[in-house]
């Protein structure tokens, strides 16, 4: 008989231990199983199987406790490497969560081990075929939703009877995918030779003892081309490489540069369906491929030798996962460069402070690149808003700005303009009660959509019908404040009535594909100014653009968040880089009511340095992040009286410790949660990891506490 040692799932408890299971036969480590667990069948991962000539009463009886037996075994083959699985030990520790989220964080969907698991050889598709078809209204509407190409089990989730009544009548037809990829070997001609100050950078990330780089680049310098180069040289030496870029600018402009030089690459993004994740993770694992272009979960693919990994844009806040494990990128890949002897190359415009001190401390080999290439920094003016609504009572669009615009406009230029917030207007108030209309889900404010005539709730996507009376005092006098991107739409068409006006934020890239087809516009010239949040201010190098307009640029600012500052002056710097990326001259115009604060001024000079040094100041004299590491804990619950028990319960834990303790404060609700958070500082990471951990898991052992998040180094306060 064989001792089987498993981790099963379960979202309810946050057990972080293998149970025993036995079986007849020897189960190979790493495979998954199919077991029985609180009288319910589930998956599990073996982790260690032994044999023993003991029989099971002998057994349970050592044991103490009764065992069951392994009902069948899943996969031939492990799902996971030895490196990964004590990858997921490591980050189950750093993050302080459980094993089976950090196993489920890195391995593709088809591969986790949810009740809900499906082989994926039997993953099939659908697609429409075309001819006559008569349809009732219902059928209409699903057949609406159904795309080519899309799981057919995803296509059942929306109707089972009508997906087989469409398939009956011919209206839809069910294929396997065929995993068909093309597969040729690297190198083309499209490399570009590098600048002495590029060749410099390339040289010395190749020479260097050090395990971290950084590159500090000004935008328009020209890093991506020596990523590249780096590429080519690891893909020589029979190394694999991983580029990971943010979230979002894995756009089609970046994919064009990447192709463009190498043939066979990986892309491995969000936007991929699960069967596509699959089949990408394995031709890392079968070596097909070396090298990978991806997101923030990329880090997580079984490499086998991987010399390079490059984070773009290493301050950017996609990567860090958001819920649980609440992991950092760039600790995953110090770790696999560890293992694999690899090195890492850090990059960005404005390095996050952290990596930046510990550039100059000489923990890492500091690079910089100072010029653009073949052209001069973007002249950048700001406008005061204060004194633009006294004299022109426009705030939307200043009276500079739209003259800017104008010229652009005439000169067949593009623009772009960036306002960091969606919607229509953010703000409802009732003029007589002062009363706002919230959601009733959530303590936000909701926000007005035109087009539609609805109101949204941006925690939660709630959405609501407008009413004509304050719910509060009945009055009719409902005022609307402030304005978000679709408002400024409105504003610029009625300002530029011929121009091609285009919007980009979550509302208008809903839709899978959309952000792309926007960007080909653009690019190809059929917008000529593009409105948009956050998203438009990442990576795209659009020639033709030769006028930035930031909207409410300090708008950041207010929020209390320790980190909101250097969160504003990262976005202002990669907006207007966007300008004047080719020969002509680009302008940046930055509207903004707290001219004065010194991110706003950083960025008129384009000095980080200037930056970096008064924030740093101000780090130090609050000790906030990197003089010292911080753990936030939320807790959430439905029930009000349970959270402030739980949090008291937890608070006065902590308080035992020597660490800097923060009261329990509550939060606004999401989706009817209460939520409440405690924070804690110290400049001893590992000592407060040890204690948490134990100070948690006795927490979970606790009955009737609230559910709990762990958030280690947190990037913003909640
Ligand atoms: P960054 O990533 O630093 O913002 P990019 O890599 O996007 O900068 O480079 C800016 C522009 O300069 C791109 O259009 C790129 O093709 C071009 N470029 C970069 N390096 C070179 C080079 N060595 N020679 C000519 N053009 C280059
Ligand atoms: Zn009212
Ligand atoms: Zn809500």
Not at 8 to 24: E, K, M
Not at 442 to 447: A, I, K, M, R
Request: aromatic share 10%; proline share 3%.
């Amino acid at each position: 008989m064989y001792l089987i040692e498993a981790y099963v799932t379960n979202a309810s408890l946050n057990i972080n231990r293998a149970f025993t299971y036995y079986s007849d036969y020897e189960i190979a480590k790493y495979v998954r199983i199919r077991v029985i667990f609180h009288n319910a069948p589930n998956l599990a991962i073996v982790s260690s199987c032994r044999y023993t000539d003991k029989d099971l009463n002998e057994i349970c009886e050592e044991l103490g406790f009764e065992i069951e037996k392994v009902i069948e075994v899943v996969d031939e083959e492990p799902v996971i490497s030895q490196e990964l699985f004590e990858l997921a030990f490591w980050l189950s520790r750093t993050t302080i969560s459980p094993l089976i989220s950090c196993l489920n964080s890195m391995l593709p969907k088809t591969l986790k081990t949810s009740k809900a698991y499906v082989d994926p050889k039997t993953i099939r598709k659908i697609r429409k075929i075309n001819g006559e078809h008569t349809f009732t209204k219902r059928q209409k509407e699903v057949y609406d939703q159904l795309y080519d190409g899309m799981d057919a089990s995803q296509a059942r989730k929306i109707s089972v009877s009508i997906i087989k009544k469409l398939l009956d009548m011919n209206a839809i037809e069910e294929y396997r995918e065929e995993a068909a990829f093309e597969n040729s070997l690297i190198e083309s001609s499209a490399f570009k030779q590098l600048t002495e100050e590029q060749k410099n950078a390339y040289d010395s990330i190749i020479n260097t003892d050090k395990m971290v780089s950084l590159l500090f680049g000004v935008t328009g310098s020209g890093k991506t081309e020596v990523y590249l180069h780096l590429a080519r040289h690891y893909l020589q030496q029979n190394k694999e490489v991983l580029i990971l870029v943010p979230e979002i600018s894995l756009t089609p402009q970046m994919i064009q540069r990447v192709k463009e030089r190498f043939s066979d690459v990986v892309f491995y993004h969000s936007e991929l369906s699960d069967q596509e994740r699959y089949e990408q993770y394995k031709r890392i694992r079968d070596r097909e491929v070396k090298i990978v272009v991806g997101t923030r979960s990329s880090i997580f693919l079984p490499f086998h030798d991987l010399g390079l990994i490059i984070i773009d844009e290493e301050h950017d806040s996609s990567y860090k996962q958001d819920n649980v494990p609440c992991y950092h990128v760039k600790n995953v890949a110090f770790k696999r460069a560890i293992t694999h002897r690899g090195k890492v190359l850090l990059a960005s415009a404005t390095p996050s402070l952290e990596s930046y001190t510990r550039a100059l401390k000489g923990d890492y080999q500091l690079l910089e690149l100072q010029n653009r290439i073949n052209l001069s920094f973007p002249e950048i003016s700001v406008v005061d808003l204060d004194e633009q609504v006294r004299k022109h009572r426009s705030y939307i669009i200043s009276k500079v700005l739209h003259d800017e615009l104008e010229s652009c406009l005439n000169d067949h230029k593009q623009a772009i303009i960036l306002l960091n917030r969606r919607g229509y207007s953010p703000i409802i108030r009732c003029s007589d009660c002062n009363g706002v209309l919230m959601c009733t889900d959530c303590d936000t404010p909701l926000n007005y959509h035109k087009k539609e005539n609805i109101l949204k709730c941006h925690q939660c996507g709630k959405i609501y019908q407008v009413p004509d009376r304050c719910p509060h005092c009945g009055s009719r006098e409902l005022l609307y404040y402030g304005f978000g991107t679709m408002k400024v739409e409105e504003e610029l068409h009625r300002l530029f009535p011929e121009a091609k006006i285009e919007r980009m934020d979550r509302d208008s890239v809903g839709r899978k594909g959309a952000h792309e087809k926007i960007l080909k516009r653009f690019e190809d010239h059929q917008i000529d100014i593009l409105i948009g949040t956050q998203m438009i201010a990442k990576g795209l190098d659009y020639p033709d653009v030769t006028l930035v307009g930031i909207l409410n640029a300090d708008a950041g600012l207010m929020h209390q968040d320790y980190n909101s500052a250097k969160v504003t002056f990262d976005l202002l710097m990669q907006a207007s880089g966007r300008s004047g990326r080719a020969q002509d001259e680009g302008k940046v115009i930055i509207q903004a009511f707290n001219t004065n604060h010194y991110a706003i001024k950083a960025v008129l000079a384009q000095d980080y340095n200037y930056f970096y040094n008064i924030e740093m100041n101000y780090r130090s004299k609050t000790s906030y992040p990197p003089y010292s590491h911080m753990i936030q804990i939320i807790l959430s619950d439905l029930n009000d009286e349970r959270i402030i028990r739980s949090a008291k319960y937890l608070y006065e834990q902590f308080e035992q410790t020597d660490f800097r303790v923060y009261k329990p404060y509550e939060l606004g609700k999401i989706k009817k949660m209460y939520r409440n958070r405690i924070l804690i500082m110290d400049k001893d990471l590992l000592k407060m990891l040890a204690e948490t951990q134990k100070i948690i898991d006795e927490y979970i052992g606790r009955r009737n506490m609230s559910h709990v998040k762990i958030d280690v180094d947190p990037l913003y306060i909640e």
